[in-house]
């Protein structure tokens, strides 16, 4: 892995506009890709890109919050914020894989979900609350990834998963630095501060048990040499689905409930 960083870089390279992105890491990792389009409720969100494929031959299932790399894209995709059409498609697709005995991929990559008044008054929060209560009983391996940032119930109502990865430079957090500094100290400014503060990176989540395996990049960022970093994403992705070969769809759910109620209990030995 490369020198080690200040939090503040890191969410730095885990914005940067040429970071790996959903199409590119789709384009990458599955091949025989079927994008799939609509929550079949009220319509379609682009910024949640999804479909089946497969994954060194095996079917699956993908999900990712999308972003874009001009203002244009970005405009069209709401930045990455998705609506709550957006987590309705998610959640067709979780139960297609379900129904199909297919394993589920996530990768994340928001700012959060959508704030505005208009996606509230379409039920956003429930949107999310319900991704996290069907995630969380879903017989089906599930493998979230983050990517850049995951920010709010936005990223966790992707991040139910078995297996939670992170690239190296990715954060992870309750909501953004400048919206926590806003919060504090009523200072966008210090967001710097709040980077620290917040044990938002991959190594700090890593040791407070909230992710499961951190995913190298090559120095400076995965933006620099993107072919390394999802190289390096492939093969993780596919020792972790491995490691569910033998287990029934029961035993991922209840292990899969236990892995998010105990986040946050200190260890026996400290308590």
């Known amino acids: ?27 990458f990792l599955f091949t ?3 994008i799939q389009q609509g929550d079949r409720l009220a319509g379609e969100d682009e910024s949640i890109l999804g479909g ?10 993908v999900i990712a919050t999308r972003k874009g790399r001009t203002l244009d894209e970005n405009i069209k995709y709401n930045f ?47 949107a999310i609350a319900r ?18 940032e995951g920010n709010s119930g936005g990223a966790l109502a992707l991040g139910v998963g078995d297996r939670v990865l992170m690239l190296e430079n990715a954060v992870y957090s309750i909501l ?23 044990r938002l990176t ?4 890593k040791r407070l048990g909230i992710i499961d395996e951190i995913v190298s990049e090559p120095a400076g960022g995965a933006h620099l040499a993107p072919d390394i970093a999802l190289r390096a994403l492939d093969e ?7 490691s569910f070969s033998r287990q029934s769809g029961e035993a991922l759910a209840a292990g899969r409930y236990r892995k998010f109620r105990q986040m946050g209990t200190p260890p026996k030995e400290d308590q």
């Open 131 to 148: 991704n996290l209560m069907e995630m969380s009983r879903l017989t089906v391996p599930i493998i979230a990834t983050i990517t850049g």
């Open 52 to 61: 089946i494929a497969r994954f060194h031959g095996r079917p699956v299932t």
């Open 176 to 198: 953004s630095p400048e919206g926590f500094a806003t919060i504090l100290w009523k200072d966008a400014s210090r967001h710097g501060q709040a980077c620290e503060l917040m």
């Open 80 to 126: 990455g914020m998705p609506s709550p059409e957006g987590y309705r498609k998610a959640l067709r697709l979780m139960r297609q894989a379900q129904k199909f005995r297919r394993p589920i991929f996530t990768f994340i990559d928001t700012p959060g979900a959508y704030p505005g008044m208009e996606a509230e008054e379409r039920g956003q929060g429930e």
């Open 202 to 205: 991959a190594p700090d989540l």
């Open 1 to 27: 892995m490369s020198e080690p960083m200040t939090a503040a870089e890191r969410v730095a390279i885990a914005r940067h506009h040429q970071r790996p992105n959903a199409p590119e890491i789709f384009d």
């Open 236 to 242: 993780a992705l596919a020792r972790n689905l491995k």
């Open 32 to 34: 025989d890709l079927f």
